[in-house]
């Protein structure tokens, strides 16, 4: 809940809340004390299912004033008049190759000869996400290359059979849609390798809702990503 949320956040910007009772009293008392430390980074991951609990919160910091700025990663928006989204896209294979190649070498690590046409499958085996690059380079990292390479392939089969952890996450981005955005994220389904707009709206069934605005709302909890260049379907 909210009073959580601000309390976890405080302890973590070495702030006490106690004997505040309400959240007015906990927002004040934080945005005061963050306001005599001066120019403030706070990073928060995975705070989507925080998004409703922090928005009032965090609007009245930045309406007050206070001298701190919000690094928040999230799936969703916040929806806080200030925001700015940076979307994490995936890398390019050869963007890819180059960050494994980087942070193996900044682990003391190397990629062996002969191994490099390895590399664009195993990026790519990997969604081409950056996070998941840098753990496979402390994994490769750490031992031998073969056996790091095929113990890789074998998590990333799991996931795909079902991994509970991999079921827990969509389930959890599930529950957080409305039946509207639930049934749009369904129908959406049928399509492989994406959909125009034009194609979108001859299959879902929106109701008194907009198939733009369902659209755009999966977009912003990053169950959809729109691609504008000239490739794509």
Not at 18 to 28: E, L, Y
Not at 39 to 57: F, K
Not at 196 to 208: K, N, P, R, S, W
Request: aromatic share 4%.
């Amino acid at each position: 809940n909210v009073s959580d949320a601000l309390y976890a956040l405080a302890k973590s910007l070495g702030v006490s809340l106690s004997g505040q009772h309400t959240v007015v009293d906990a927002v004040q008392t934080l945005g005061e004390a963050v306001s005599r430390r001066g120019r403030t980074l706070c990073v928060v991951d995975n705070v989507e299912h925080l998004a409703h609990s922090l928005r009032e919160p965090l609007s009245a910091l930045y309406r007050m004033g206070a001298q701190i700025q919000w690094i928040l990663t999230s799936r969703s928006r916040m929806g806080i008049a200030s925001e700015q989204m940076v979307p994490i896209e995936a890398l390019a294979v050869e963007d890819g190759v180059a960050l494994l190649t980087q942070r193996m070498e900044a682990l003391g690590a190397s990629i062996p000869d002969g191994t490099e046409a390895e590399l664009p499958e195993l990026i790519r085996a990997l969604d081409g996400s950056p996070l998941a690059i840098l753990v496979a380079a402390g994994r490769l990292s750490s031992g031998d290359w073969s056996a790091g390479v095929e113990s890789l392939k074998a998590s990333l089969a799991q996931l795909m059979e079902g991994d509970a952890s991999l079921s827990a996450t969509l389930e959890w981005s599930w529950n957080l849609l409305n039946p509207g955005e639930q049934q749009a994220l369904v129908q959406m389904s049928v399509f492989r390798g994406g959909a125009t707009l034009e194609m979108a709206e001859e299959v879902i069934d929106a109701g008194d809702d907009w198939v733009e605005d369902l659209l755009m709302s999966l977009v912003d909890q990053s169950l959809l990503w729109v691609r504008t260049d000239s490739d794509a379907p």
